[in-house]
Structures are given as C-alpha cells and as structure tokens.
C-alpha cells in the first residue's frame, strides 16, 4: 500500500508561481514511476506530468510544457510539481499518482495509488 500526500496547492495571481509536492510512503519509493494530473470543475481528469522511477525520463501535456517541471528527489520519497506562469486555465486540484512498473506513464489507468489532492487556484 502507497500513501501519497500532496501540498503547496493555494490561491495565486496569474503569473505566478508554484511548487507542488507529494510525500509517499514505503521503502521502494525509488522504483515507483510518478505522476500528475489535475481536475478543474466541470472537466474531467487530464494528463500534466510523468516522471520514471529513475528521473530519467519525463512527459509533460503540450498545455504545460515549458512553464511546468516534474522532478523528484527518491531520498525524500517526494515529487515535485514546478508550475511557473501560471494561467486561470491551470485553476484545477492536483493530484498525484503512483504506479509499480517505474516508467513515465500518461494515461491515468495506468496508475494504482492517488493522493486526495490539492486545489490551486490562479485568478487573473
């Protein structure tokens, strides 16, 4: 079993930045692939970001590549959401994934844990 826990969510102005992080639990944190993805009121879940349980490799949605990073830190068992410039379109909850099989995957079936989420908010 997998706890992820998400924070850094709040209410900023458009332009602004960021830092999404999420704390997992358990000791093979480091073989876990990553990821996130968002929910805005009305919409339905979306891809933003993956990372390989290495930090190897990362995807990112074409809404957010260059303004968006994923990284991760396996000594922490954290992964980070990195979100500059941010826009009214991002104003969404956040959630983070984790899967078992270590690679950067886009599609959410693929992912077996899911934190509770954290709102961000971006108004103009």
């Known amino acids: 079993q997998v706890v992820l826990v998400e924070s850094g969510g709040g209410l900023v102005q458009a332009g602004a930045s960021l830092r999404l992080s999420c704390a997992a639990s358990?000791?093979?944190?480091?073989?876990?692939?990553m990821g996130w993805f968002r929910q805005a009121p009305g919409k339905e879940r979306e891809f933003v970001a993956a990372i390989s349980c290495s930090g190897g490799s990362t995807y990112s949605a074409n809404s957010v590549k260059g303004r968006f990073t994923i990284s991760r830190d396996n000594a922490k068992n954290t992964v980070y959401l990195q979100m500059n410039s941010l826009k009214p379109d991002d104003t969404a909850v956040y959630y983070c994934a984790a899967h078992t099989r270590g690679s950067a995957a886009v599609a959410a079936i693929e992912y077996d844990y899911w934190g509770q989420g954290t709102q961000v908010t971006v108004s103009s």
């Open positions: 358990g000791r093979i944190f480091s073989s876990y692939g």
